[in-house]
């Protein structure tokens, strides 16, 4: 069965500290793997999706990366903005199923 | 853009109550999707559908129906509501099959009394 995981479950950083957040997955087969953004009572927004080891992508502060076993969320100066709840998904090749983490709380206090 | 809309965005029920949470896609999407969202559990897919008319058994199915009568309307059922439904409940939208990217709604809290 397909797994993602997420670690830390939440993280708290000072305005301007970088980190990273990371997600761990199995599956039988990628067809991609997805960064969204959740804010407290809405709905996920999407970030980014990355399709192969080794593949790269940006987006203001946040860098998403991708390797056969794991993504990482590289978050550059963060400011309280990037306050929220990033979520990891992955795509299954072989039937198109979607699975998600249970997410990563980012607190950036000024 | 993509536009995912949901009914309501708050819903209070007393167990036993049937309950409608509508979801509206305005770009054509073929594929909608259902789920719900628990503290650490992250997001569980419930329902989702390929087409008009057609609906395929998430994870956690039970104690919920579907509807799709029409391509941008999405309807979930919960026939009798129960406090172990209260939730965050979350529609998604993809253009097809061949789309891996999921868009979201704002999402509805329930609770269930």
């Known amino acids: 069965e397909d797994q993602v995981t997420q670690s830390p479950e939440a993280l708290r950083l000072q305005e301007g500290e970088s980190s990273s957040l990371n997600c761990s997955y199995t599956v039988s087969g990628l067809r991609g793997l997805f960064w969204y953004r959740q804010d407290p009572g809405k709905g996920p927004e999407f970030l980014f999706t990355?399709?192969?080891a080794g593949e790269e992508k940006e987006k203001e502060r946040l860098k998403a990366t991708l390797t056969k076993k794991e993504s990482f969320l590289h978050i550059t100066a963060p400011k309280p903005e990037d306050s929220a709840t990033y979520l990891c998904?992955?795509?299954?090749?072989?039937?198109?199923?979607?699975?998600f983490g249970a997410g990563t709380r980012l607190t950036v206090k000024p | 853009d993509v536009k995912v809309t949901q009914s309501s965005r708050y819903l209070v029920k007393r167990t036993g109550e049937k309950v409608f949470l509508e979801c509206v896609q305005d770009?054509?999407?073929?594929?909608m999707f259902w789920y719900r969202q628990d503290p650490g559990l992250g997001l569980r897919l419930i329902y989702f559908?390929?087409?008009?008319?057609?609906?395929e058994k998430g994870d956690i199915p039970e104690g919920y129906s579907v509807s799709r009568e029409k391509k941008e309307r999405f309807s979930l059922i919960l026939e009798s509501a129960s406090t172990n439904q209260t939730s965050m409940y979350l529609c998604a939208s993809r253009l097809g099959t061949n789309q891996e990217t999921q868009y979201f709604g704002p999402g509805t809290r329930l609770l269930v009394l």
């Open positions: 990355l399709y192969s």
């Open positions: 559908s390929y087409d008009v008319k057609m609906k």
């Open positions: 998904a992955v795509c299954n090749l072989n039937n198109n199923d979607m699975r």
């Open positions: 770009m054509d999407h073929e594929n």
